[in-house]
């Protein structure tokens, strides 16, 4: 046999060498995905962590900066028009009927959608007794409705102004999305517990969600932007919430965490960081 013969057939694999390298592959894959896997989800909720914290100080220096709270957040509640008073919550929906969610809340625990309810917090004045004077002694003038239309833009779907009551006409009422009280309410009760431990709501208060979306007056003031969950694609509303707490008496609201579209407080996101690390890189 020539010398160059032996050499090609040396430079070749065989069969068996081929299949014996792509089983090494797929064992190393079956390994090494996983991990991958959960080394995304670990910055995803890094990232998700630190903007819940960044935001809550964000919104605390614009009231020390402006004596208020920043207006035009997005009150996660659908309506058909500027002005008008919203329909509901800004639940998850299917409009296509193709199986999946294009506009709302994400469909997702632990469930924001389903902790959340449109309730009536004051109405004809700004008298004390009624949750709405809480409200606009901290500034809120004017929120965001959502625009259930804006399919796959759920991110800035807060197009439509609606003003709190100024207080002039009988009759006037202002709804907002807020976190049901009701012990059954389990997705409720996770926020609640997460934000207030134990003793949960107090007698006479309510806790009232806000979107600190795009329209938001604290952005170029305290903030440059209002951040989306990691790998949020529109198809879900992904910008973080701010929850107020207000009050009967009709003293100031105030701030009492924020939480990201899903429900997640900042320890529930922190834990979930945690779990999500390779054992070896676990503490505790």
Same mark, same amino acid.
Request: one cysteine or more; a negative charge; proline letters at 5%.
């Given at each position: 046999? %020539?010398? #160059? ?31 991958? +896997? ?26 020390? !900066? ?21 329909? *509901? ?5 299917? %409009? ?14 632990? =469930? ?21 004077? %809480? ?9 965001? @409705? =959502? ?7 759920? @991110? @800035? ?11 002039? +006409? ?13 012990? %059954? ?9 997460? !934000? !207030? ?13 806000? *979107?600190?979306?795009?329209?938001? #007056? ?20 992904? =910008? ?13 609201? #105030?701030?009492? *965490?924020?939480?990201?579209?899903? *429900? ?9 960081? @945690?779990? #999500? ?8």
């Amino acid at each position: 046999m %020539s010398k #160059s013969k032996t050499a090609r057939r040396r430079n070749e694999f065989t069969l068996v060498e081929l299949v014996l390298v792509v089983t090494i592959i797929a064992v190393l894959a079956g390994f090494l995905i996983p991990q991958i +896997s959960q080394i995304g989800r670990s910055t995803d909720m890094a990232a998700s962590a630190k903007c819940q914290g960044d935001i809550a100080k964000d919104v605390q220096l614009y009231f020390v !900066l402006q004596k208020r709270y920043p207006m035009y957040m997005d009150s996660l509640l659908v309506a058909t028009a500027s002005y008008t008073d919203p329909t *509901g919550v800004y639940t998850p929906n299917d %409009s296509d009927g193709d199986g999946e969610q294009d506009t709302g809340l994400p469909d997702s625990g632990p =469930h924001l959608d389903r902790a959340l309810v449109m309730e009536d917090i004051g109405t004809t004045s700004y008298g004390t007794g009624t949750y709405l004077r %809480s409200l606009a002694r901290s500034g809120f003038e004017c929120v965001m @409705n =959502h625009d259930r239309s804006k399919v796959g833009d759920s @991110n @800035n779907s807060g197009v439509f102004y609606y003003e709190l009551p100024n207080g002039k +006409s009988a009759g006037q009422t202002f709804y907002a999305a807020t976190v049901d009280p009701d012990p %059954s309410n389990s997705d409720a009760q996770k926020i609640i517990k997460g !934000l !207030l431990g134990p003793r949960g709501i107090p007698t006479g208060a309510k806790l009232v969600a806000f *979107g600190y979306g795009p329209s938001n #007056s604290a952005l170029g003031t305290t903030s440059l932007q209002a951040p989306v969950y990691p790998g949020c694609d529109g198809y879900y509303y992904g =910008h973080y919430v701010a929850i107020f707490m207000v009050y009967s008496t009709g003293e100031r609201a #105030s701030l009492v *965490g924020v939480i990201d579209s899903y *429900g997640r407080f900042l320890n529930y996101t922190i834990d979930q960081y @945690n779990e #999500s690390l390779p054992n070896g890189a676990r503490r505790g």
